[in-house]
């Protein structure tokens, strides 16, 4: 809410307490436990951010939040809750909402490709040790060297396939490509397949300054993460919000001191995003916390205990909104502590005990102040939201969603080519030439067997004609044999003959 004079006016206890805008970029936290009105604290904000004309990010995990997109209504409690904090100009109003949808079912669906993710983060998304998370980081730098886009999943598995067959030619350069670690990250990636992960992965990916935007009234857009469906799969959702905090790091310029924010991430159940977090993601995280607001970006972690948060990030969220925690078992009584020590005392409260008596929609209310020092800490009710409390109907949220600025930006999905495409085309071509190569060597084959066949034939002719001429020969023989002795005979008879025949002349003269 923002107040008569303009301020951003978040919780009251015997005085107002107000948000300094230009201490927003300056992190925040939402802590408490169930039920103790983590989520009515959230919209608040997010309300307040809006009217200020910042942007915001917000996951919605239970499905509660889309109300903001629609009009407050009076109800006892919030007539109750106004009268009791004497609030002058609150009127109910609504906000305007941008969904998003990781599936694509409630929400404008969003992307990133799997070169923006990077190995780091798909290691910790398919859950991997650290010799396969540097298998996976081969595998990228293999891609990046051959001019192969990493877009979706089949580029990924594509690529694992190829780097798995021709292991041998990497090791001398990259050493061992252990085959078990490729089938490892295989079969993550058939699990995130499973869980629905693969609409995650694709084009167009996500501009980050779409989430930048205000309306024609000048409030910020609210952005809002559908996440129940996501939730039931917890080391996407965490690793997606890690991504985001690296896009944003990565992407927006240097800002300087703002006197409000560019944009506000609150992030919903924090405690996924640092639970199995390898120390190398935990120091990433840490330097993007640590850097972003310098970009002008505050991010703001919800979580129901403060221990969720790592120490060296905890230590740089300033402004504090602290809900009821329950001291039921040692950790719950550490808690307590640690959470009533990080405030800036207050003389008049004793915070280790407030913090366990606290009311639903009360909380210790700490925010930094003009020179960003945290005021003293608060016992503080927190001011009802503007908007509708509760999810909104299907029918109205379809209406947003086509009315949307970015509408028609990301519905369809662009499957350009890729490393897949390439390696299979490469892969097809390799076979085609495997197959002409099998087919010249059939007719070569064959060529021979007929030429043997040809051969033999020409062998046996030449046998048969050397019989033929020694037949030949022997008739020939025979035949001049005959000849020659009917010659002979005939000469003979010729020469022996007339004195035969005068013989027998004479014979007869005699």
Not at 160 to 178: D, P, W
Not at 195 to 204: D, N, R, V
Not at 410 to 422: H, N, T
Request: some cysteine; aromatic content about 8%; hydrophobic content about 40%.
């Amino acid at each position: 809410m923002i107040d008569q004079t303009g301020r951003p006016y978040i919780a009251k206890s015997d005085k107002e307490i107000f948000l300094v805008p230009k201490m927003a970029n300056r992190h925040g936290l939402i802590a408490g436990a169930t039920g103790t009105g983590k989520t009515v604290s959230l919209q608040v904000m997010a309300e307040t951010f809006s009217n200020m004309g910042v942007p915001v990010f917000v996951t919605d995990i239970k499905g509660d939040l889309s109300g903001i997109a629609s009009m407050g209504k009076d109800n006892p409690r919030i007539t109750e809750r106004i009268a009791q904090l004497g609030l002058e100009g609150y009127v109910h109003q609504q906000f305007p909402v941008c969904f998003w949808d990781i599936y694509g079912e409630q929400g404008h669906p969003l992307r990133t490709t799997i070169s923006e993710m990077g190995p780091l983060l798909l290691s910790r998304l398919l859950n991997l040790n650290d010799v396969q998370s540097s298998v996976l980081s081969l595998v990228f730098k293999i891609a990046d060297e051959n001019g192969l886009l990493l877009l979706d999943l089949k580029d990924l598995r594509k690529m694992l396939e190829f780097v798995g067959e021709n292991r041998e030619k990497f090791i001398s350069e990259f050493g061992n490509i252990s085959p078990a670690s490729v089938g490892a990250i295989q079969r993550g990636l058939v699990t995130l397949e499973e869980e629905g992960a693969e609409k995650f992965f694709g084009e167009p990916a996500l501009n980050i300054l779409d989430f930048i935007q205000t309306d024609n009234k000048g409030k910020g857009i609210i952005n809002l993460l559908t996440a129940d469906k996501l939730m039931m799969a917890p080391r996407t959702y965490s690793t997606f919000l890690l991504w985001l905090l690296s896009e944003l790091f990565e992407e927006l310029p240097e800002a300087g001191d703002l006197e409000k924010p560019k944009l506000v991430f609150f992030f919903d159940e924090a405690h996924l995003l640092f639970n199995e977090a390898p120390k190398v993601l935990l120091e990433k995280v840490e330097q993007v916390v640590r850097l972003v607001r310098s970009k002008g970006v505050g991010i703001y972690f919800v979580t129901q205990n403060p221990l969720d948060v790592p120490d060296t990030i905890l230590g740089q969220l300033g402004n504090r909104i602290q809900h009821a925690l329950r001291a039921f078992t040692p950790r719950d009584q550490k808690a307590v502590k640690s959470a009533a020590e990080t405030f800036r005392a207050n003389p008049k409260l004793d915070v280790e005990a407030e913090i366990t008596q606290l009311g639903v929609g009360e909380a210790l209310v700490s925010f930094l102040d003009e020179k960003g020092i945290p005021a003293m800490v608060e016992r503080a009710k927190i001011l009802p939201p503007q908007a509708q409390i509760g999810p909104i109907a299907p029918e109205e949220r379809n209406s947003i969603i086509r009315s949307s600025l970015v509408y028609g930006s990301y519905e369809k999905l662009i499957d350009r080519e890729s490393a897949f495409e390439i390696l299979q085309k490469k892969l097809e071509a390799q076979q085609a030439n495997e197959e002409a190569m099998q087919e010249q060597k059939r007719i070569q084959v064959e060529e021979k067997q007929n030429q043997k066949s040809s051969g033999g034939g020409s062998f046996a002719g030449s046998i048969f004609g050397e019989l033929t001429k020694i037949a030949g020969k022997s008739v020939t023989r025979q035949i001049s044999n005959e000849v020659g002795r009917q010659l002979v005979r005939g000469l003979m008879g010729s020469l022996f003959g007339g004195s035969s025949g005068r013989g027998k002349k004479s014979g007869g003269l005699f």
